[in-house]
């Protein structure tokens, strides 16, 4: 395809110079060798769609998302960093097309909803292409954006990539890589409640076979809820890459994150809000406590025996230890005027997760048609361990605006009462088949075997269980004209039901929930590529599957179907030299199709429902104007529609539009001045919540931080 052709080229073109003194350069340039190569250029720092950027997350054949027949998101990190976005949650939901965010402590504060879908079970999250495996709807690391490179959002169904859990979609956080071109940049920030940042990235060569990357970044504030609304938090990211041929590179690496998030479970409602004299503050316990430390091992091989050929192998490994001792509960009782807090928890999690993964790209023909092909498996081990103080009993009354916080009630004790293991296999294929310069095919297909062996000692009660699954995906794309394409995609996917390796013994009598995607849409270039714009239209069903019960987290429902079907638009575009703007919106229709429950004795159903935790639009707009010579102005929209936090939709949660904005000044021209506001308008406005209490967002704040590279 010539638009094919063109953006490879500019890839080429932007590495070639870094690696012209290197022996043994390769004539086709692989992502890997791109990202060690240390490119700065469009394909790694450029705004807007980034639709010429080679991708993973997609396809693993590294296409680029115009070459991709599917809707996928690239976002720089340097876009993620100058627009003020310290959080994966704030880059995800402030950029992406559709993506909101139901983040909570019970669920790591990384959940999100994409296409009518919500939770871990269906956005899957990965971390440098590597799926992060949830233990009882937990995923807590990656939390920071500073040692990002760039994250990667793919919307609808990616089983046929990634395995089972991503009917909705995935979220792929790419770290920095180890470059041979001296990197180096720090920053220091102070804001409002107390914040305080600092952070470093480094990297260079060592020599001319070796080269390295370190990133350091610690964040803390007192918080904006009273009392312990405190946080603090240290990510750590260190790597290096060794060229052991001209063929041949591995790289090492190690990532570290220990975070302690505020300690704040939400605000309770009075009516159907939250008064304004509640709104700062804190009703848990004294002696609370959340803390999540994981550490993420890693070995890349990247082996290119021929032009024709890359073979890939990614050993990994990641363990995880998290700690919650909180009550999570608050209910206003109209008749007294107190609220009652219930649901005195404690619950650590012990996780560890060993992993392999190979692959191996072939580029050449097939009766005469160009062709690329990769083929591979993915193998895991997983064990989890969960002690708590289940049935998590307990509770108290407070007066709203005067009372003693208390201590933790633990009634039961706390025992181990989740004990799993699981084993993961898989093979995967995808191809890429040219049929003529303009129209191609892109189908995958992939087998997932997880076996799941669970015991739950206080129920003395276990089992062992295989989950099979078949994804594939069959697509067409095709280039009317070297700035225009048009799609068409057919893809299945499957889900667990729950979190895989926390399967109850009444979830393991189901099948993974499995779900289809017929999806439509079109790319393009305009205005002699100074604006990108992208369009999609979808219809996306799944049956048997389960839900979480609200106000009830460790319970489950069964839904028999749920749909959704959308539109999807997207627009960068460079207006003037001063002037650029970067807008989405994102409109859907989700609902039940078949769900009922017996409540009270009576079967209720509530098929026609919007399922909860999903709001039916979601827009994101970015002005920026250089105003002046060293001088940028960024404005921002962040619009959420209402959502729903029960099954029969009676419990609404408010549409709210957030307005952040940011000024930067480049005092040297190595030394930057940033002054970044959050929520302008002061909205009180719920992340998550259900009938009883919400979870508020943070409240106007600001910040000034100090950049420098070196």
């Known amino acids: 395809m010539p638009a094919l052709r063109a953006s490879r080229l500019t890839t080429l073109a932007l590495a070639a110079p870094l690696l012209a003194a290197q022996p043994g350069a390769a004539e086709d340039l692989t992502l890997d060798a791109i990202d060690v190569a240390g490119s700065r250029g469009r394909d790694a720092s450029a705004p807007g769609l980034n639709l010429a950027t080679p991708s993973r997350s997609g396809s693993r054949l590294g296409l680029t998302p115009f070459e991709t027949p599917a809707s996928l998101d690239i976002i720089s990190g340097e876009t993620i960093r100058a627009r003020g976005q310290n959080t994966v949650e704030e880059a995800v939901t402030q950029n992406a097309v559709g993506i909101t965010s139901i983040a909570a402590p019970g669920n790591g504060n990384l959940a999100f909803t994409a296409r009518g879908f919500a939770g871990a079970g269906s956005v899957q999250q990965l971390y440098d292409g590597t799926r992060l495996y949830v233990g009882a709807g937990t995923v807590t690391f990656p939390f920071d954006t500073w040692s990002a490179e760039r994250i990667e959002v793919l919307r609808g169904p990616a089983s046929v990539l990634y395995g089972e859990g991503a009917i909705g979609g995935i979220i792929n956080v790419v770290p920095k890589k180890p470059v041979f071109v001296p990197v180096g940049e720090a920053r220091a920030a102070i804001g409002s409640d107390g914040v305080a940042r600092l952070a470093l990235d480094t990297g260079g060569p060592v020599g001319e076979d070796l080269a390295y990357r370190f990133n350091l970044s610690g964040n803390r504030a007192d918080g904006w809820v009273k009392p312990d609304g405190d946080f603090r938090n240290l990510a750590l990211s260190a790597a290096v890459t060794w060229r052991a041929a001209p063929d041949l590179s591995v790289t090492l690496s190690h990532d570290l994150g220990a975070n302690e998030p505020a300690r704040y479970w939400g605000s309770p409602l009075v009516g159907t809000r939250v008064p304004d004299r509640l709104r700062f503050t804190n009703y848990n316990i004294r002696d609370s406590q959340i803390a999540w430390f994981d550490n993420w091992t890693q070995l890349r091989t990247e082996w290119n025996p021929s032009p024709d050929i890359t073979v890939r192998n990614t050993a990994y490994r990641l363990s995880t230890e998290r700690h919650w001792r909180d009550v999570e509960q608050y209910t206003y009782q109209p008749s007294t005027g107190l609220i009652q807090r219930s649901d005195y928890i404690e619950i650590f999690h012990h996780e560890e997760q060993i992993g392999n993964r190979l692959d191996a790209t072939f580029r050449g023909s097939l009766f005469g048609f160009k062709t690329a092909t990769v083929i591979g498996f993915d193998v895991n081990h997983i064990d989890f361990r969960r002690d708590s103080n289940a049935p998590f009993g307990g509770e108290s009354v407070v007066d709203p605006f005067t009372f003693a916080q208390g201590r933790f009630i633990n009634l039961a004790g706390t025992r181990t009462d989740i004990v799993s293991r699981t084993r993961q296999a898989s093979v995967f294929a995808e191809n890429r ?278």
């Open 433 to 710: 088949l040219e049929l003529t310069p303009q129209l191609a095919l892109v189908t995958g297909v992939r087998y997932d075997v997880p076996r799941v062996a669970v015991s739950r000692p206080l129920a003395a009660t276990a089992f062992e269980k295989t989950f099979d699954s078949v994804s594939y995906r069959v697509a067409a794309i095709y280039n009317p004209t070297p700035d225009l394409a048009l799609y068409a995609q057919y893809a299945t996917a499957a889900d667990p039901l729950g979190s895989l390796i926390t399967t109850s013994v009444a979830q393991s009598q189901f099948q993974l929930a499995t779900g289809e995607q017929v999806e439509a849409g079109a790319k393009g270039l305009f205005d002699g590529g100074r604006g990108e714009w992208t369009f999609a239209a979808y219809h996306i069903r799944k049956d048997n599957l389960l839900t979480p019960i609200p106000d009830r987290p460790t319970e489950v429902a069964a839904v028999g179907s749920q749909s959704s079907r959308g539109v999807e638009v997207a627009v960068a575009y460079q207006l003037s030299e001063a002037w650029r703007i970067e807008a989405n919106t994102a409109l859907l229709r989700a609902r039940y199709d078949a769900f009922s429950q017996n409540i009270d004795g009576g079967l209720v159903s509530f098929a026609g429902k919007v399922p909860v935790d999903v709001p039916q639009r979601v827009t994101n707009v970015w002005l920026s104007y250089a105003f002046a010579p060293g001088w940028v102005a960024r404005l921002g929209v962040n619009d959420v529609g209402p959502v729903f936090s029960d099954f029969a939709n009676t419990f609404r949660r408010p549409a709210y539009t957030l307005l952040n904005a940011t000024l930067d000044w480049q005092v040297t021209p190595t030394s930057r001045l940033s002054l970044r506001g959050t929520n302008l308008t002061d909205q009180i406005y719920a992340i998550s919540g259900n009938s009883n209490s919400w979870l508020l967002g943070r409240p106007r704040s600001v910040e000034l931080a100090y950049h420098v590279t070196f």
